[in-house]
C-alpha cells in the first residue's frame, strides 16, 4: 500500500472513531433528554389523570361535599377527642374536681357517638359517590369502545381493552371506596394535630416537625420507586389477560395443533413477568408501614423524654403533656397511611392512565353532509339527500338524473321554510373505484392503482393469494379505513361525503367467521334489523334456506344459542349470518370467503341463500373457491395489491393466465 493511501485510511479511521464517539456521546445525551422527559411526561399524565378522575364527581357534587363535609366533622371530632385528655387527667391529677371530671366525660362520651355517627356518614356518602363514578366511567369506556374505529382495534388485542373494564376498573374502585376518603381524613387530621400541638408546646412542636421532615422524605423516597412498579403491574396485567383471552378462544386450535405444552410456558413467562412486577410494587408498600412505625417510636420516645424535663420544670401540665404525646401517636398515623395509601393510589392512577388513554382515543368521525332518506310514498325509496355544493361525479351515468329534484326541509314545528337546496338521487347501488392507493402503514401500498366497477345489480368477484388486497377493498367499500389517492364513489357521490351511518345501513356483510350472540335464533336473525316482525323474521330464513334446520330444533326460532352459537354447525350458522343479512334488505351485499369453511353438500345449500339474497342487489364476493365466481359479472383477479386480469369466467378462461391456472389447479389461492 503506498504512503498516500495509508495516509488516507489512517485519516479515515480517525474520522470514523470520532464519529463513532461523537455518535455515543449524542446518543448518551438523548437518553438523558429522553429520560428527563420521561419523567415530566409520566408526571404531567398523572396530574392530568387525577383530573380527569375528579372531573367526573362534577356529576355528583352534592354526594361530593356531603362526604367531604361528615369526613371533616369527623376528623375535627377525634382531635378534639385527643385535647379532651388533658382536662380529664389535670382534674384528677393534684386535687380532685368531681363535677369537673364528670362534665368532661360525659362531653368525651358524646363528642365520641357523634364522631362514629360522623364517621359512618363520611365513608357511606363516598361509597356511594366511588360507584357511581366507577359506573359512569364504565359506562363511558363501554361506549367509547364501540365508537372507535377497526385501525384502533387493528393495533391493540381484545386482551388489552378488556383489561380496561376489569382490573383496571376493579383497582379504580376499590381505591375510591377507600383510599380516596381515607386521604381527606389524613390531611383534615395532620393539620388540625399540628395546630393543636404548637399551641400545646411549641418547643416540643419543633421536635417533632424535624422528626416529620425524615418522615415526608422517606416516604417520597418509597413512592418515586412504587409508582414505576404499579404501573408495570398493570401492564403485565393487561398482557396476561390478553394471552388467557387468546387462549379461551383459540381453544379448538390450541388442542389441534398439540400446542398445550407451549401456551402453558408462555402464560408462565407473562404469569412471571407479573409476579417480579407486583412483588416490587408490593415490597415498596409493604415496608411503608414499618419504617413509618419505627420512625413514630423514635419521635414518641424523643419527645416524652424532653416532655418529661418540661413537665417537672412547670413549664406545662402532666394533661398537656399526656394530651401531646396522643397527638404525637395520632400525627404518624395519617403520614402513615398517607404512604400506604398512596400506593394504592399508585395504582389506581396506573389503571386510571389505561382508562383515559382508552377514553381519549380518537373516534371514529360518522359525519358526512350526504344523508339517507326514505319516501313516504307506498314503494319506500331509499334516496341520498345531496347539499346542491356536493358534487356528482361525471361518471354516474347510470343514475337517472333526471330524478333529481330540490326541496325544503320541514323544520320541528311542522312549518315548511325554505332552507338550503338539497338534490334527492335515487340509491341505485352503483359502486365505482377511480385510481384507488391505499396502505395501512404510511409508505407501504397495499392497493396499486385499482380502478374498478359495479353497477346496480351486478355481482363483482374477488380472487388472489393471500395477502393480495381483496379484503382490504372490502375493507374500504364499508369506509372502516378511507383512502389516501384517487376517489370511491357510490351512485355517483364521493363516499367519504356520505354519512358513515347511513352508508353502511344500505350495505350488509357475509363473512366467513360468523359472530352469533347470546340470545335466541330469532333475536340473531333480527340483529339485521331490529324493528322487523316475527313474520319478516321466518321470511328471512326461508330466503337464506335456513328456516328448515331451524324448525327442527326443539325450541325453533326460540332456541338459546351460547358461545357463539355452539352446537350449531359451521353451515347452520353461515346460513343463519345470511338470513340476518337478507332481513336488513341491503342494497350492496358483501360475501367475504362465506363458503370457505364448509363442505360442498352445506355450499350448496348456502349458495341457494346466498343466491335469493344477491338477486337485484350489488354483490362483491370474496372467493376461495372458484366454482362460487363463476357466474359473477366481472372477476378481479388481484396480485400484490394490483388487479392483474379482469373478466368474465370465459374472457378469463381464454386468456389462459393467472385465472386459468388457478382453475387448474396449478395454483393456490392459499
Not at 400 to 413: G, H, Q, R
Not at 503 to 512: A, E, G, K, T
Request: hydrophobic share 45%; charged share 20%.
Amino acid at each position: 500500500m503506498s504512503k498516500v493511501n495509508k495516509d488516507m485510511h489512517i485519516k479515515n479511521a480517525q474520522a470514523q472513531t470520532k464519529a463513532g464517539l461523537d455518535q455515543n456521546q449524542a446518543s448518551a445525551e438523548e437518553k438523558v433528554s429522553t429520560d428527563t422527559k420521561a419523567k415530566r411526561f409520566r408526571s404531567e399524565n398523572s396530574w392530568k389523570t387525577v383530573k380527569q378522575l375528579f372531573s367526573y364527581f362534577r356529576n355528583n357534587k352534592k354526594l361530593f361535599f356531603a362526604g367531604i363535609f361528615f369526613v371533616g366533622l369527623s376528623s375535627l371530632t377525634a382531635i378534639a377527642l385527643n385535647a379532651l385528655l388533658s382536662p380529664l387527667i389535670d382534674s384528677v391529677a393534684g386535687t380532685f374536681n368531681q363535677a369537673r371530671f364528670v362534665r368532661t366525660l360525659l362531653f368525651t362520651l358524646g363528642l365520641g357517638v357523634a364522631q362514629a355517627a360522623f364517621m359512618y356518614l363520611g365513608s357511606r356518602f363516598n361509597a356511594v359517590l366511588s360507584q357511581r363514578t366507577v359506573t359512569l366511567i364504565r359506562q363511558d369506556l363501554a361506549a367509547k369502545v364501540l365508537h372507535l374505529p377497526i385501525s384502533f382495534f387493528d393495533g391493540h388485542t381484545h386482551g388489552e381493552v378488556m383489561s380496561a373494564f376489569t382490573s383496571d376498573i376493579d383497582t379504580l374502585s376499590q381505591t375510591l371506596d377507600q383510599a380516596v376518603s381515607q386521604l381527606m381524613t389524613s390531611v383534615i387530621t395532620f393539620v388540625g394535630t399540628t395546630i393543636m400541638m404548637f399551641i400545646l408546646s411549641w418547643k416540643l412542636f419543633l421536635l417533632v416537625l424535624a422528626c416529620l421532615a425524615q418522615m415526608f422524605l422517606v416516604t417520597r423516597f418509597i413512592a418515586s420507586r412504587s409508582g414505576r412498579y404499579y404501573r408495570e403491574r398493570q401492564q403485565q396485567t393487561a398482557s396476561l389477560n390478553g394471552f388467557v383471552e387468546e387462549m379461551m378462544t383459540a381453544q379448538k386450535v390450541v388442542k389441534v395443533f398439540n400446542y398445550e405444552d407451549r401456551a402453558i410456558a408462555d402464560f408462565e413467562d407473562r404469569a412471571e413477568a407479573l409476579r417480579q412486577a407486583a412483588t416490587k410494587a408490593s415490597s415498596f408498600g409493604v415496608v411503608t408501614w414499618p419504617v413509618m412505625g419505627n420512625l413514630t417510636y423514635v419521635m414518641y420516645a424523643l419527645v416524652a423524654m424532653l416532655g418529661s424535663f418540661q413537665v417537672v420544670s412547670g413549664a406545662m401540665t402532666l394533661g398537656n403533656m399526656a394530651a401531646f404525646l396522643q397527638y404525637t401517636r395520632v400525627i404518624a398515623r395519617p403520614i402513615t397511611q398517607m404512604s400506604q395509601q398512596m400506593n394504592s393510589l399508585l395504582a389506581a392512577i396506573a389503571g386510571a392512565e389505561r382508562i383515559f388513554r382508552l377514553l381519549d382515543a380518537e373516534e371514529e368521525v360518522m359525519e358526512g353532509p350526504v344523508r339517507l332518506v326514505r319516501s313516504q310514498d307506498s314503494d319506500h325509496k331509499l334516496y341520498w339527500q345531496v347539499p346542491t355544493q356536493v358534487d356528482i361525479h361525471e361518471d354516474a351515468t347510470s343514475i337517472d338524473l333526471s330524478s333529481l329534484k330540490t326541496f325544503t326541509a320541514e323544520l320541528d314545528n311542522g312549518k315548511t321554510e325554505t332552507t338550503t337546496p338539497y338534490k334527492l338521487l335515487p340509491v341505485m347501488g352503483d359502486l365505482r373505484f377511480h385510481e384507488v392507493d391505499f396502505g395501512y402503514v404510511a409508505g407501504q401500498k397495499v392497493l396499486k392503482d385499482i380502478s374498478l366497477y359495479a353497477k346496480p345489480g351486478q355481482k363483482i368477484a374477488f380472487v388472489g393469494s393471500t395477502g393480495a388486497g381483496k379484503t382490504t377493498i372490502i375493507k374500504l367499500i364499508n369506509r372502516f379505513y378511507d383512502i389516501h389517492e384517487g376517489q370511491i364513489t357510490l351512485d355517483g357521490l364521493d363516499i367519504r361525503d356520505i354519512n358513515k351511518f347511513d352508508l353502511r345501513s344500505i350495505i350488509s356483510v357475509v363473512l366467513q367467521d360468523v359472530n352469533l350472540f347470546s340470545g335466541t335464533i330469532r333475536e340473531n336473525i333480527r340483529y339485521g334489523r331490529l324493528d322487523a316482525t316475527d313474520e319478516e323474521v321466518v321470511e328471512a330464513a326461508k330466503a337464506a334456506n335456513a328456516h328448515h334446520f331451524i324448525s327442527r330444533l326443539a325450541e325453533g326460532y326460540d332456541t338459546e344459542l351460547v358461545r357463539g352459537g355452539e352446537g350449531l354447525s359451521q353451515g347452520e350458522r353461515q346460513l343463519l349470518s345470511i338470513a340476518r343479512t337478507a332481513i336488513a334488505d341491503p342494497v350492496i351485499v358483501i360475501m367475504d370467503e362465506a363458503t370457505s369453511s364448509v363442505d360442498t353438500r352445506t355450499e350448496m345449500q348456502i349458495a341457494q341463500g346466498m343466491d335469493q339474497l344477491m338477486a337485484g342487489r350489488t354483490t362483491f364476493v370474496i372467493a376461495h373457491r372458484l366454482s362460487t365466481v363463476r357466474d359473477a359479472n366481472a372477476i378481479m383477479v388481484l396480485e400484490g395489491g394490483e388487479i392483474v386480469e379482469r373478466g368474465n369466467h370465459e374472457e378469463l378462461m381464454a386468456q389462459k393466465g393467472r385465472y386459468y391456472n388457478l382453475n387448474l389447479g396449478t395454483e393456490e389461492l392459499d
